[in-house]
């Protein structure tokens, strides 16, 4: 046996018991829940507020602000949802709605390398709905005046803080 494996054998979490793991960060993110059926979707394990959270960019028609697109952060273990207009999508402009929505929500950015993305229900979903009832308000008003309706950003908190 060379160094290096005696050095990763010693340091191992193997033997240790999982009631003292339990709190820690790295021993829940990898542990894999049971399905409970075989056509089941893998499920996210949320071990504490803030710890997890999905996100995603969504595009809608342009409006007279200049607004493009929205980012929307879900916070998986309570399903809160928040979103901010774009104007586009450099990589300047996402961290900085990024870095908005934080700071609304009082919750500390760590920067860190992304992880490979499984799973994105819960972001898709609020995008539906976000868009749905956006969309049925610009259809509104275009029945009601008889223009094509493209103002979005007027509500767009209004109908993400519900």
């Given at each position: 046996m060379s160094h290096l494996e005696n050095y990763y054998k010693y340091y191992s979490l193997f033997r240790v018991p999982a009631r003292i793991l339990k709190g820690e960060e790295h021993y829940n993110l990898y542990k894999k829940p049971l399905k409970e059926k075989s056509t089941e979707r893998l499920k996210v394990i949320v071990w504490k507020p803030n710890a997890t959270h999905q996100a995603n960019l969504a595009e809608m028609p342009v409006n007279s602000k200049g607004f493009h697109y929205f980012l929307v952060v879900v916070e998986v273990a309570g399903k809160r949802v928040n979103a901010e207009p774009l104007k586009n999508k450099i990589a300047n402009r996402v961290l900085n709605?990024?870095?908005k929505i934080y700071r609304r929500n009082r919750v500390m950015i760590r920067f860190e390398e992304p992880g490979?993305?499984?799973?994105?229900s819960y972001a898709e979903r609020a995008i539906q709905a976000i868009q749905e009832h956006l969309l049925k308000q610009m259809v509104a008003q275009e029945l009601k005046t008889g223009v094509t309706s493209v103002e979005w950003s007027e509500d767009f908190h209004n109908v993400v803080s519900r």
């Open positions: 709605g990024f870095v490979r993305h499984k799973q994105q």
